[in-house]
């Protein structure tokens, strides 16, 4: 008898009917157009379900590849995408009108969507059958990613702007993806996540009501769009009762605040791509089950199921993952959606006494920190005041703090650190490295598109999108005609900023506090002595050159700075690499400290040491932080860099010994 007949043969055959699974995605994008639509077809072919892209930091930030911040950052951490023959090419022979997009972009989001919209439109795709989100989320952004341009109010309103055009325009796609996720990468509890993304979503969709751009009976419509994009983590129980807890205050929020009765449209609707802070350098291997553990907080419970789930490669602790480590966690979804028989049943934690009990608890927590940010005013307000930025960043030192001590173990890392070699990190190509290459040639491409452009459907454009900045009115229809005429993205970004100006949001650095214990005494007594020995206070600048946003991990060394007794200059992201050479001359620091996760360390670190040795501080120690491969390392010390610290490199505390060593070296070997 077979293994599949008779009675065996229950175990191969479903017993009831399957749910759907999720939308499948891989966040990625590199390099160009057209390597990274190489990569999209290849998944799609692989069986992911949907598109999920990352844009390098200078289309996130508003600028041309030649602008002079955006040296070194084309085509890191995204494709580029400067206009759109540039989006042509990245959608090149893939239907947008049968494709589900998700594009990770903020404070550029109306210009993106413009440029897709206008692609569709060449395509002949009906516009009422795109589906697909922009993140669009900007207060987050405020506080984690950094990819803001504008103050809080114009920003707002151009968010406003997207809503109010798609819900009309374009029916099926979500316009805001408001966005947890960074929130967590941040350091947020789970508590301040959910509370700080609910009041996020009611600060967005307040401004679209008093916007007068959509009519009352209309708005309902409105928050049935409103989606959002989450973190969760290995501690799977609680981030799934989490993922329930968010679900039922959204839909209790939406019906009181906004008296929403058609249950559908107060649907909780979201996207995850679950956590990558968690994700170790040390023994990489092991993140395999971090994510598969992580992802089932969002998987395991159907009320509370995500709609998309994207997930982190093993290795991007190690630098940008390959296509393979891509399909990797592709085919992780793929076991859990197609070969377990966690499609085919009802909600499986319904009735469950301890999931209800801590359901319960983290609703509580949760209204009580979002009314404390609704009683300042709410979300922006909360940002002006720094109140949630401080609050991650103090998270953030809590939990550094927890894993130096070995109170939050991470295997590989403060426990179980033993380990045979693994043979998936070494000999070269173990990661993907984009080619210095890929940035002269798309300058040079943006260069033949501007050329053969009709100069004067340009400057109608921006003229007409000035306007519409200015009058108050919708600027999308404005931006989608400049996508048309072959306006750029820098040009689109400058026109605004000339109208809105720019913005730089608090760096909550200031007031919050790391813990002071003992460990920190050895380094607060060298700390004194190198200072007296210099005859005044040990000073470190800690800087964030280019456009990379992600300052985790420079506000951690300030605040352990500051509290291991140093002064510390540290004034947030996005410097150029002169700014930051005339604020170490300015302050008169010891040793310079920068950090980059980008990718874009090579380019910008030397051109600091450069500058600072044309400057006269060359005997000054530069130390550099971030997600650095081996042989970067190499090259950074040869150019002169003193220290290389790599997320392996979790003891804060120890750095701060190393830095003060380096600075009374310094000073030694300059007498």
Same mark, same amino acid.
């Given at each position: 008898?077979?293994?599949?007949?008779?009675?065996?043969?229950?175990?191969?055959?479903?017993?009831?009917?399957?749910?759907?699974?999720?939308?499948?995605?891989?966040?990625?994008?590199?390099?160009?157009?057209?390597?990274?639509?190489?990569?999209?077809?290849?998944?799609?072919?692989?069986?992911?379900?949907?598109?999920?892209?990352?844009?390098?930091?200078?289309?996130?930030?508003?600028?041309?590849s030649d602008h002079p911040?955006?040296?070194?950052?084309?085509?890191?951490?995204?494709v580029p995408?400067?206009?759109?023959?540039? @989006?042509?090419?990245?959608?090149?022979?893939?239907?947008?009108?049968?494709?589900?997009?998700?594009?990770?972009?903020?404070?550029?989001?109306?210009?993106?969507?413009?440029?897709?919209?206008?692609?569709?439109?060449?395509?002949?795709?009906?516009?009422?059958?795109?589906?697909?989100?922009?993140?669009?989320?900007?207060?987050?952004?405020?506080?984690?990613?950094?990819?803001?341009?504008?103050?809080?109010?114009?920003?707002?309103?151009?968010t406003t702007d997207v809503i109010s055009y798609t819900y009309r325009e374009l029916p099926k796609w979500n316009p805001t993806n408001v966005c947890s996720y960074h929130l967590q990468e941040a350091g947020a509890t789970p508590v301040q996540e959910v509370a700080f993304a609910l009041a996020t979503a009611i600060a967005v969709l307040d401004s679209v009501r008093d916007s007068g751009q959509v009519p009352a009976d209309e708005f309902p419509t409105v928050v049935g769009r409103i989606s959002f994009f989450v973190n969760a983590g290995v501690r799977f129980i609680t981030e799934m009762s989490k993922m329930r807890a968010f679900t039922e205050l959204w839909d209790e929020l939406t019906a009181t605040r906004y008296g929403i009765e058609d249950a559908s449209l107060r649907r909780f609707?979201?996207?995850?791509?679950?956590?990558?802070?968690?994700?170790?350098?040390?023994?990489?291997?092991?993140?395999?089950?971090?994510?598969?553990?992580? @992802?089932?907080?969002?998987?395991?419970?159907?009320?509370?199921?995500?709609?998309?789930?994207?997930?982190?490669?093993?290795?991007?602790?190690?630098?940008?993952?390959?296509?393979?480590?891509?399909?990797?966690?592709?085919?992780?979804?793929?076991?859990v959606a197609y070969e377990t028989d966690l499609l085919e049943y009802a909600d499986i934690f319904d009735g469950s006494v301890a999931i209800e009990k801590k359901v319960t608890a983290l609703k509580q927590e949760i209204l009580e920190e979002f009314e404390r940010i609704q009683a300042m005013g709410g979300a922006v307000?909360?940002?002006?005041?720094?109140?949630?930025?401080q609050a991650l960043v103090q998270s953030n030192s809590l939990r550094m703090n927890a894993i130096e001590a070995g109170e939050l173990p991470l295997i590989g890392v403060n426990i179980f650190a033993e380990t045979a070699p693994s043979p998936l990190t070494g000999g070269d190509g173990a990661?993907?490295?984009?080619?210095?290459?890929?940035?002269?040639?798309?300058?040079?491409?943006?260069?033949?598109?501007?050329?053969?452009r009709d100069g004067a459907a340009v400057k109608a454009a921006l003229a007409g999108l000035s306007d519409a900045a200015r009058e108050g009115r919708n600027m999308m229809p404005a931006s989608i005609e400049a996508a048309k005429a072959g306006v750029t993205t820098g040009e689109w970004g400058q026109v605004l900023r000339e109208i809105f100006g720019e913005y730089r949001a608090p760096t909550g650095v200031g007031r919050a506090s790391n813990d002071r214990g003992a460990d920190l005494s050895a380094v607060q007594a060298k700390v004194d002595a190198v200072s007296a020995k210099l005859g005044r206070r040990l000073k470190i600048l800690v800087g964030k050159p280019g456009l990379d946003g992600h300052s985790n991990g420079a506000e951690q060394i300030a605040v352990k700075a500051r509290d291991s007794g140093m002064e510390v200059v540290y004034e947030g992201i996005r410097l150029t690499p002169a700014q930051i050479v005339n604020a170490a001359l300015e302050e008169g620091v010891h040793v310079v400290?920068?950090?980059?996760?980008?990718?874009?360390?090579?380019?910008?670190?030397?051109?600091?040491?450069?500058r600072m040795r044309a400057a006269g501080m060359g005997d000054i120690p530069v130390v550099v932080g971030g997600i650095i491969p081996p042989e970067d390392e190499r090259t950074l010390k040869a150019a002169g860099a003193a220290a290389v610290y790599t997320p392996k490199d979790y003891q804060i505390s120890e750095i701060m010994s190393d830095i003060v060593d380096l600075v009374d070296k310094s000073q030694d070997e300059a007498a």
């Open positions: 008898m077979s293994e599949t007949s008779g009675k065996g043969a229950d175990s191969v055959k479903p017993k009831t009917a399957r749910d759907k699974p999720w939308l499948i995605r891989t966040y990625s994008g590199h390099s160009s157009a057209k390597a990274s639509n190489e990569l999209y077809r290849t998944n799609l072919a692989r069986g992911q379900t949907g598109l999920s892209v990352a844009f390098d930091l200078p289309t996130q930030t508003g600028y041309d911040l955006a040296r070194g950052e084309v085509g890191k951490v995204g995408v400067g206009h759109l023959g540039d @989006m042509r090419a990245l959608f090149d022979g893939i239907p947008l009108e049968k494709m589900n997009t998700s594009m990770t972009i903020n404070a550029t989001a109306p210009w993106l969507l413009a440029l897709y919209i206008a692609a569709a439109d060449e395509q002949g795709a009906d516009r009422s059958k795109l589906s697909g989100t922009v993140q669009n989320d900007i207060i987050k952004e405020y506080l984690s990613r950094g990819t803001y341009i504008f103050p809080p109010a114009p920003s707002m309103r151009l609707r979201y996207g995850v791509q679950v956590n990558s802070l968690g994700l170790t350098e040390q023994q990489p291997e092991n993140n395999v089950y971090r994510i598969l553990l992580s @992802m089932l907080a969002v998987t395991l419970s159907k009320n509370a199921r995500a709609r998309a789930v994207q997930l982190p490669a093993w290795n991007e602790a190690l630098g940008l993952p390959r296509p393979w480590d891509q399909q990797w966690s592709l085919r992780l979804q793929q076991i307000s909360a940002i002006e005041s720094s109140y949630m930025k990661i993907l490295t984009v080619d210095d290459s890929a940035e002269h040639d798309q300058i040079e491409h943006l260069k033949a598109w501007r050329a053969q400290g920068l950090s980059i996760l980008s990718g874009s360390h090579v380019a910008l670190v030397t051109d600091v040491m450069d």
